[in-house]
């Protein structure tokens, strides 16, 4: 009997050890990632990787399907304000979630305001096995969505800001669904091995590192993203693809539409214009770059966007008011 508890004693001495070393060795290869994601980390490449992220979510006319999955037009003209990133995920038995990307809001005429870097932070657990890299597209429907951000500099997915899944397709009930949307919509992609994507307890957090390296100045989310601050050249290919899919033509794609239930959603905001910063070289380019607009789309403006409904989403000088 003695030998046997020996045999046992030993087998679980050794089973630990080496499960304290599987923990060592997984919690220093997230450490090396996690540097090397902060070292690749500036403002005109999370730019730039919006807006291939954003683009994989749109419609291609020329392939009229993919509109039966794809974030409607309907949709990005009626958005308050936009927030595109990507998540890396790695566990074993344990997922976290940290990412980051941009936010983006829509100013009075209807254009799009200077970028904010974000960060992001979430912790899953569950018997879950693999390494995932996740892209989402967050649709700021209300007002109280791009405010809450702007203030505190975070915004935490839930509660009375949740994100419902968006609607995808085209027609009519898109247009019905947007009569009383969600607070947040919510879009995601993956190609791993983690089931289900929540968005749930997801923290939203102003990279302001980021923010002042490209800026060359501290600015806060609130004056960038209430047009305090010109739209800088750097992200002008996320302003391109976000206006070539305001104004594709839908006539050629089938209209099919998958609408989830959204909670009722209230509140307007007034904005006003405000003082600018001078920047300096970063700052410079005023708005965006001219939309490159796929073949079958419709022309637009950035000055005929003063015509969407509700464009105007943030006052900044009320907003440092309300801070105070």
């Known amino acids: 009997m003695s030998n046997y508890l020996d045999r046992f004693?030993?087998?679980?001495?050794?089973?630990?050890?080496?499960?304290?070393t599987f923990a060592s060795q997984a919690s220093r290869q997230l450490s090396e990632q996690?540097?090397?994601?902060?070292?690749?980390?500036?403002?005109?490449k999370e730019c730039q990787r919006a807006a291939t992220i954003l683009q994989g979510f749109l419609a291609d006319p020329s392939h009229p399907d993919t509109a039966l999955n794809a974030i409607p037009k309907a949709v990005l003209n009626n958005a308050k304000g936009l927030a595109v990133f990507s998540v890396a995920k790695a566990g074993f038995l344990w997922s976290g979630k940290v990412g980051s990307g941009v936010v983006v809001a829509r100013l009075e005429d209807g254009s799009w305001s200077a970028p904010s870097c974000i960060a992001t932070g979430g912790v899953g657990f569950g018997f879950q096995i693999g390494a995932d890299i996740s892209e989402f597209v967050v649709v700021m429907n209300s007002h109280d969505a791009v405010r809450s951000f702007a203030l505190a500099g975070n915004l935490q997915i839930g509660g009375s800001l949740s994100a419902s899944a968006g609607p995808i397709g085209t027609g009519g009930a898109i247009q019905s669904a947007l009569a009383?949307?969600?607070p947040m919509f919510s879009y995601?992609?993956?190609?791993g091995l983690f089931a289900g994507i929540s968005l749930e307890g997801t923290l939203l957090v102003e990279r302001k590192d980021a923010n002042r390296d490209f800026y060359g100045q501290v600015i806060p989310a609130a004056d960038l993203l209430g047009g305090k601050v010109p739209?800088?050249?750097?992200?002008s290919a996320l302003y391109e693809v976000v206006e070539a899919a305001e104004a594709i033509d839908e006539t050629g794609l089938p209209e099919q539409a998958f609408v989830p239930q959204a909670?009722?959603?209230?509140?307007?905001?007034?904005?006003?214009?405000t003082g600018a910063y001078d920047?300096?070289?970063n700052g410079g380019g005023g708005a965006a770059a001219?939309?490159?607009?796929?073949?079958?789309?419709?022309?637009?403006s950035t000055a005929g966007a003063a015509g969407k409904k509700q464009a105007t989403v943030f006052d900044a000088d009320a907003a440092e008011q309300e801070k105070q």
């Open 231 to 235: 739209a800088p050249e750097a992200a």
């Open 9 to 20: 004693r030993t087998a679980a001495q050794k089973a630990g050890t080496q499960a304290t």
């Open 180 to 182: 009383h949307p969600a």
């Open 34 to 44: 996690a540097k090397i994601a902060q070292a690749g980390f500036s403002l005109p």
């Open 263 to 273: 909670p009722d959603m209230g509140g307007q905001a007034a904005a006003a214009d």
């Open 188 to 191: 995601s992609r993956s190609k």
């Open 279 to 281: 920047l300096g070289g």
């Open 290 to 300: 001219a939309s490159a607009v796929p073949a079958g789309a419709a022309p637009t």
